[in-house]
T-cell receptor
Framework: GQQVMQIPQYQHVQEGEDFTTYCNSS?????IQWYKQRPGGHPVFLIQ?????EVKKQKRLTFQFGEAKKNSSLHITATQTTDVGTYFC?????????FGAGTRLTVKP | DSGVTQTPKHLITATGQRVTLRCSPR?????VYWYQQSLDQGLQFLIH???????AKGNILERFSAQQFPDLHSELNLSSLELGDSALYFC?????????????FGQGTRLTVV
């Protein structure tokens, strides 16, 4: 079945540095979603990308969906301590949603 | 507050026992998903219900079962518990399928098997 791979597994940055996490699917996706899970919290929906080559921005966060709709990225500019958490991508697989393993971001003040 | 309610928040039980986790979806959401998250791991899909019917199954053990009731709340039953079943269990709900719209996760039930 469809698999969603996400890298890196961990990323530690200094506050103010940029951060990027990458997501790759073994199959073409109809859409991709991104979620953030704060430490001790639950996943919270960030965004959904649907179109090939789509780019969406939310303040310092930039989300991209690849032209082939098999990969996606999340880029955070000038990280802040409030950005800490695990970022997951997720792609539909028939009637369920498969999540990547997540990228855990830690930010050193 | 996501609007999804999971009870209990914490559960400690012994090996071999059976437990039931409960999820009340957001008002109006027809889909309920269950995920298992082991320590520092990703979200493993267990099962999806839509309007009372099972729609998809992931790598759910035979010792685990679930159902969605007419009022749309869902229960996940875990039996013959093993130490390895200790994990955070999340339920998520969405209006239709998660593949089409955002999902809202509950706070999770932390299960500890001793």
């Amino acid at each position: 079945g469809q698999q969603v791979m996400q890298i890196p597994q961990y990323q530690h940055v200094q506050e103010g540095e940029d951060f990027t996490t990458y997501c790759n699917s073994s199959t073409t996706l109809s859409n991709i979603q991104w979620y953030k899970q704060r430490p001790g919290g639950h996943p919270v929906f960030l965004i959904q990308l649907v179109k090939s080559g789509e780019v969406k921005k939310q303040k310092r966060l930039t989300f991209q969906f690849g032209e082939a709709k098999k990969n996606s990225s999340l880029h955070i500019t000038a990280t802040q301590t409030t950005d800490v958490g695990t970022y997951f991508c997720a792609g539909p697989n028939n009637n369920d949603m498969r999540f990547g393993a997540g990228t855990r971001l830690t930010v050193k003040p | 507050d996501s609007g999804v309610t999971q009870t209990p928040k914490h559960l400690i039980t012994a090996t071999g026992q059976r437990v039931t986790l409960r999820c009340s979806p957001r008002s109006g959401d027809l889909s309920v998903y269950w995920y298992q998250q082991s320590l520092d791991q990703g979200l493993q899909f267990l099962i999806h219900y839509y309007n009372g019917e099972e729609r998809a199954k992931g790598n759910i053990l035979e010792r685990f079962s679930a159902q969605q009731f007419p009022d749309l709340h869902s229960e996940l039953n875990l039996s013959s518990l093993e130490l390895g079943d200790s994990a955070l269990y999340f339920c998520a709900s969405s209006v239709v399928g998660m593949g089409n719209t955002e999902a809202f996760f509950g706070q999770g039930t932390r299960l500890t098997v001793v």
